[in-house]
């Protein structure tokens, strides 16, 4: 790549990375990606802030870029294998705190990718909360991303 191509790049993914507010929840730090280029289905990572002064709950999400998402997570289903499942009634959201929807953990999941999640391009998902509905973000894919260090399950603070 040429260093115009990489610095468009890096501005486009500055600015898209800027977070997404909607009455009091805050979507930060978002990524989506795909195992591969031909892969059916990729993972949207994400960091929620609840500042609605009440407890909410995360209950669903949609996006153009997948024909079904859920929300997932990773259980151990027998001596540390583990199995990705549906999160079922949602992610709690409590008042003033921060969800960390990350690798190996909790994350929303694009069943069904209508087309593949290049590197560099942005998908648009809705997030729907039970009391603050819905929260439109835009999600740069970043296939390069590496998971933090010690960034293992999901954390509420």
Known sequence: ???RTNLTA???VTFLSVPAFADGITVMDSYARAASPAAKSGAAFMMIRNDTGQDDTLVSASTDAAS???LHTHIEVSDG???MTEIEGGVPLPAGGTYHMVRGGD???LMGLTGPLEQDAT???TLVFENAGEVEVT???DNTRKPEAGAHGSHSH
């Open 107 to 109: 994350h929303v999941m």
């Open 10 to 12: 890096m501005f486009a």
């Open 68 to 70: 079904r998402v859920e």
């Open 139 to 141: 999600i740069p894919i």
């Open 81 to 83: 294998v583990m199995q």
């Open 123 to 125: 998908i648009d998902v």
């Open 1 to 3: 790549m040429s260093f």
